[in-house]
């Protein structure tokens, strides 16, 4: 054989022969259903069940940047998807009407979930519960800038996970430890690893004062605060193609100054509306929210009626992430893919003032509230408790001479029951101050759960314990209080608001927890 491939008629008969076989080979590659999968490695173990692994065949693999991409023949005869063509686009137009069916997303929600890996609870769970967590997607092998954006999740996820072990890492200005935190460690590695690589694109359409602006004073302060530190962050990039995760700058609190009309009797048409018209402005002129259904895009909204304004178009409500102050379970608010956000009033805009109190020992007052008589919870509280103890401070109002801020350094306890909504401001209000907060509330998510333990430093009582609240705070030994009272401000560094904003605060912790709910997805595109 060899002598005949040396000699020179077989030589030319072999390269008249070779690309015969070449064609006839690749032909009969084609037939053979071979096809290229995506398979996620970052869980650590073997990513192909054993079902899988006798489907697929022979396999040989090529590691890409902690991925692999694995050759797999369909020897069973299936039928095999096609790869989507580059030129084609598959992706769903935007509906907006309210009546209609829900789309679902293009999104596979990460089923071991990295808010449950913090706070170590099953509040956080996938909402996709029967997808596999080794699920192979197809790609191309020229794989696009929304591959290459999930591959550096992936890594994320990775190193996050590698946290675990709880390796010290180091930090030149905090280091989270202790048990204000579900896990510290893999906290801390998370928020290294949004510092590192998070990008946000803010969209740009729309005009003041409804887009791009809010609030940065009063009860709604936090949602002005968000949307101008956010449109001044490092985190942002101009380059749609190089985000993670896509901003919409609108602010409800704006809507209802400057579009809600008192005299309408549906009044919630003209603002919900706008919404419409904004978000169908947006998937119009970009296909980033058509390729997720919105998915991968996040709005803020601290007004109580700023979940119902997300209504307005159906997948903003259902897919998208709302970082909100009105966090109630009862109204839609889903902790898997939703952020609670703290309500801080800033009457001027700054802490100044606010922040500072004196130390355990000369604190006389047991627990302090004063607040009008909104809704059912303070109706009780007040039934209970308004001038019938000394020890208990509950009052509707307070006496002109008395300052409210005086009050909170002189409390150990801090009452925060629910108004008409569940938001409130006195949770913050009693960190700022030294007071340990009691929380009353129904369906509540508090700011921040997925990575603080609010059990460690505030007090949680039950609506029906009301009136047994004097036993409940007084069955809580001195001991226990200082250490709730000093968790308390430990952790009254994640809900500071900074000009600029620093590093761990409370702008950080909303878009950590943004962070934590896009590792929880993996966005499949079709180019």
């Given at each position: ?344 009033l800033l ?32 109706t ?14 509950v ?18 306890y ?35 759960s ?6 460690s ?12 609240l ?24 994640h ?17 950590h ?14 180019n």
């Open positions: 054989m060899g002598s005949w491939r040396n000699s020179s008629s077989g030589k030319i008969l072999w390269l008249i022969i070779m690309p015969l076989m070449l064609i006839f080979g690749f032909m009969a590659l084609k037939k053979s259903n071979w096809d290229i999968r995506f398979v996620n490695y970052y869980s650590g173990g073997s990513s192909v069940t054993e079902d899988d692994s006798a489907a697929a065949g022979p396999i040989s693999s090529e590691n890409l940047g902690g991925l692999e991409w694995r050759w797999t023949a369909d020897g069973g005869g299936g039928q095999m998807d096609e790869a989507p063509s580059p030129s084609s686009s598959s992706s769903p137009t935007i509906t907006l009407e309210e009546d209609m069916d829900m789309q679902q997303p293009n999104v596979t929600m990460e089923e071991d979930n990295f808010a449950t890996m913090l706070n170590g609870t099953e509040m956080f769970i996938s909402t996709n519960e029967t997808h596999d967590p080794t699920t192979i997607v197809e790609v191309q092998r020229n794989y696009s800038g929304l591959y290459k954006l999930e591959a550096s999740l992936v890594q994320a996820r990775a190193a996050i996970k590698e946290a675990r072990n709880g390796n010290q890492m180091n930090d030149p200005e905090y280091v989270p430890y202790g048990p204000i935190y579900w896990n510290a460690s893999i906290f801390h590695k998370s928020y290294l690893e949004m510092e590192k690589m998070l990008k946000v694109y803010v969209y740009e359409e729309g005009e003041p004062p409804i887009f791009h602006n809010g609030p940065c004073k009063s009860i709604y302060a936090m949602e002005g605060n968000f949307i101008f530190q956010m449109e001044t962050s490092k985190f942002r990039t101009w380059d749609p193609e190089k985000a993670h995760i896509f901003f919409l700058p609108i602010s409800s609190t704006m809507m209802v100054r400057f579009i809600l009309d008192r005299k309408s009797q549906d009044h919630w048409r003209p603002m919900k509306r706008t919404v419409k018209d904004y978000v169908e402005l947006v998937a119009s002129k970009h296909p980033f929210w058509n390729r997720s259904l919105g998915a991968d895009h996040f709005i803020v909204a601290c007004h109580d009626w700023g979940p119902e304004l997300s209504k307005a178009v159906p997948n903003l409500f259902t897919n998208s992430i709302r970082a909100l102050c009105n966090a109630n379970t009862s109204e839609g608010f889903k902790p898997s893919k939703d952020v609670s956000i703290p309500e801080i009457r001027d805009g700054t802490m100044h003032g606010l922040v500072g109190g004196p130390s355990p020992r000369q604190r006389r007052v047991l627990a302090f509230f004063a607040g009008g008589v909104h809704g059912p919870i303070r009780i509280l007040l039934e209970h408790w308004e001038n019938k103890d000394p020890d208990i401070q009052h509707t109002y307070l006496p002109k001479s008395v300052s409210y801020m005086d009050m909170l350094r002189q409390s150990r801090c009452i925060s029951p629910s108004g008409y909504e569940v938001a409130s401001p006195r949770m913050v209000e009693a960190l700022y101050t030294g007071c340990v907060p009691v929380l009353i509330k129904d369906h509540y998510v508090a700011p921040f997925d990575i603080l333990n609010w059990k430093f505030a007090v949680i009582v039950d609506v029906e314990d009301i009136p047994n004097k036993k409940i705070l007084m069955g809580i030994s001195t001991r226990q209080y200082l250490r709730m009272q000093r968790r308390g401000k430990q952790v009254k560094r809900f500071e608001v900074n000009h600029p904003p620093k590093r761990y605060d409370v702008f950080h912790m909303i878009l927890s943004v962070w934590l709910r896009r590792l929880n997805a993996r966005i499949h595109g079709t």
